[in-house]
């Protein structure tokens, strides 16, 4: 682990699932569980990044020297995303978020009446937030070096690919073998305009420690210095 890689570094991550509210008790989420972001954040703090960590509805600890922000819906993630980003050198999007959210979050609880009628939701597609910032300005000039995550069931290679190509990032990293949800361990493959490699199966905080030299040995300041 080469340490303080990340020195004058600003990482900006996002990580968790998000929350789309149907009404005021009920939402629809998903069952990622954060740590693969946290690992990341925490690492690259230790590397000696600044690092800000907008965080969706998790059970995790803020490591320690990170600041972090609590979001529930993509939309609040997109916000906060936007926000800190003109602020970063790097951004790491880890978060799963929701593809859609209801089309309308009810106000006051939706009730059973007794009829057996059912609600009928219908939904409309959250913002992509790493497509948006990777279209952003200072990302298209690479002052902002933008990470993409994949979670594939099959093709990974092919998939994270083309994901990398169509999200607009250099970097794309593919988590490797079925559902990491919740677990403590990972591969990655990581997938750039070069080519790819893995890093095979470790803890996420190992591999949150490796992540954090590629990304550190892919900065354009970095390679100027
Ligand atoms: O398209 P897909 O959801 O597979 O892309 C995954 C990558 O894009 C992850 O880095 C994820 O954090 C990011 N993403 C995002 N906003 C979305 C959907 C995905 O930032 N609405």
């Known amino acids: 682990f080469t340490p303080k890689c990340l020195a004058g570094q600003k990482v900006l991550i996002t990580a968790g699932p998000t929350f789309e509210a149907i009404d005021p008790v009920r939402g629809i989420t998903n069952h990622s569980s954060g740590k693969m972001g946290f690992a990341i954040a925490r690492a690259a703090q230790e590397a000696g990044a600044q690092v800000t960590l907008v965080a969706g509805p998790v059970h995790l600890h803020t490591p320690r020297g990170v600041q972090r922000l609590n979001v529930q819906s993509a939309q609040e993630m997109l916000h906060a995303v936007t926000q800190q980003a003109p602020a970063a050198s790097v951004f790491i999007a880890t978060a799963a978020v929701a593809d859609w959210r209801p089309a309308h979050s009810a106000q006051q609880k939706i009730k059973k ?113």
């Open 113 to 225: 009446d007794g009829s057996g009628e059912v609600p009928m939701l219908s939904f409309v597609e959250n913002p992509d937030i790493l497509a948006t910032v990777a279209q952003s300005e200072r990302a298209q000039a690479s002052d902002l070096f933008c990470v993409g995550f994949a979670a594939e069931s099959h093709d990974l290679l092919q998939h994270a690919t083309a994901k990398r190509v169509r999200k607009g990032v250099p970097l794309l990293v593919g988590n490797i073998g079925p559902a990491t949800f919740g677990r403590d361990d990972n591969a990655l493959l990581l997938v750039d305009a070069a080519g790819h490699r893995e890093l095979p199966h470790a803890s996420k905080r190992e591999l949150a420690q490796q992540l954090v030299v590629e990304i550190a040995q892919r900065l354009p300041l970095h390679s100027k210095r």
